[in-house]
């Protein structure tokens, strides 16, 4: 029906950036919200930032000033810019997004996440 994949994880040093990117493909009339979550070992998900189709966003009070989100409608696709990252910034993080489906129902999608790993 509907996936999300996201890309652009990986280890990075404190203070480095990374570019995640998720895209969406298959049976999709529209979308309007979509985000990104993280979860780190042993602690429960967390929102990181989301982007209404419009482009509002809104962030968690611990990335703001570093993290950009921001989406490409054309392409189904999200982006989040990291910046300035802290080992506190490990996690695995995910896509989410809310989708009209070609058979016109609005279901929420996650992607199958990709870790971050911020370590000297």
């Known amino acids: 029906q509907v996936q999300l994949v996201e890309s652009g994880g990986g280890l990075v040093q404190p203070g480095g950036s990374l570019r995640l990117s998720c895209a969406a493909s298959?049976?999709?009339?529209?979308?309007?919200?979509m985000g990104w979550y993280r979860q780190a070992p042993g602690e429960q998900r967390e929102l990181v930032a989301g982007i209404t189709r419009g482009s509002s966003t809104n962030y968690a009070d611990s990335v703001k000033g570093r993290f950009t989100i921001s989406r490409d409608n054309a392409k189904n696709t999200v982006y989040l810019q990291m910046n300035s990252l802290k080992p506190d910034d490990t996690a695995v993080y995910y896509c989410n997004a809310d989708v009209l489906t070609y058979s016109l129902i609005w279901s929420n999608y996650w992607g199958q996440g990709t870790q971050v790993t911020v370590s000297s």
């Open positions: 298959g049976r999709i009339s529209s979308i309007s919200g």
